[in-house]
T-cell receptor, first 113, second 111 residues
Framework: DGGITQSPKYLFRKEGQNVTLSCEQN?????MYWYRQDPGQGLRLIYYSQIVNDFQKGDIAEGYSVSREKKESFPLTVTSAQKNPTAFYLC????????????FGDGTRLSIL | QKEVEQDPGPLSVPEGAIVSLNCTYS??????FMWYRQYSRKGPELLMYTYSSGNKEDGRFTAQVDKSSKYISLFIRDSQPSDSATYLCAMSVYNTDKLIFGTGTRLQVFP
């Protein structure tokens, strides 16, 4: 059954700590995305990758980092530089060509301890 | 002004009602339009995907795009309590990978 798996479902971060959110897809999609969702603000793009070993900053990349070493994996690290990390994080993927709809995982909720 | 505007609701309707959900946008270059449904603590699920103006129907759902008015709608016929969720519109410009999302409308269908 094809889909996008995000883990963990819930994550807690201490002050000064980096945490990594996992995103794995078995849809054979080239493009992958990370969004942050806050109440009343919709989805905001953090980073995206159109191909392995390449990625671009989205609208709110500060305090986050990503890697794309494998086609099926696109982990997101929330660094200590991100001062307001509490949010719902969503990973998505899509097929080329561009403008194909994105398909989402079930998210990771990150909270500050 | 946001590129995409969507009333946050909540919109509360009785079971069986016809629901109309709407988004307006300011960028006339948008050509691809999507509606997603998001249940609480879940990721968005694609409901409808349309290109340019016109209507598209899928079961109880109809998506409508009016590019001249920069207005898109999602109609739900014979609404069910299981339709209770947040509905997000999203749109993109040709040949880009970025989607611009509305903030979502929360819908409650009561029995």
């Amino acid at each position: 059954d094809g889909g996008i798996t995000q883990s963990p479902k819930y994550l807690f971060r201490k002050e000064g700590q980096n945490v990594t959110l996992s995103c794995e897809q078995n849809l054979n999609h080239d493009a992958m995305y990370w969004y942050r969702q806050d109440p009343g603000q919709g989805l905001r793009l953090i980073y995206y990758s159109q191909i392995v070993n390449d990625f671009q900053k989205g609208d709110i990349a500060e305090g986050y980092s990503v890697s794309r070493e494998k086609k099926e994996s696109f982990p997101l690290t929330v660094t200590s530089a991100q001062k307001n990390p509490t949010a719902f994080y969503l990973c998505a993927s899509s097929d080329p060509p561009s403008n194909q709809p994105q398909h989402f995982g079930d998210g990771t909720r990150l909270s500050i301890l | 002004q946001k590129e995409v505007e969507q009333d946050p609701g909540p919109l509360s309707v009785p079971e069986g009602a016809i629901v109309s959900l709407n988004c307006t946008y300011s960028n006339s270059a948008f050509q691809y339009f999507m509606w997603y449904r998001q249940y609480s603590r879940k990721g968005p699920e694609l409901l409808m995907y349309t290109y340019s103006s016109g209507n598209k129907e899928d079961g109880r759902f109809t998506a409508q795009v009016d590019k001249s008015s920069k207005y898109i709608s999602l109609f739900i016929r014979d609404s069910q309590p299981s339709d209770s969720a947040t509905y997000l519109c999203a749109m993109s410009v040709y040949n880009t990978d970025k989607l611009i999302f509305g903030t979502g409308t929360r819908l409650q269908v009561f029995p």
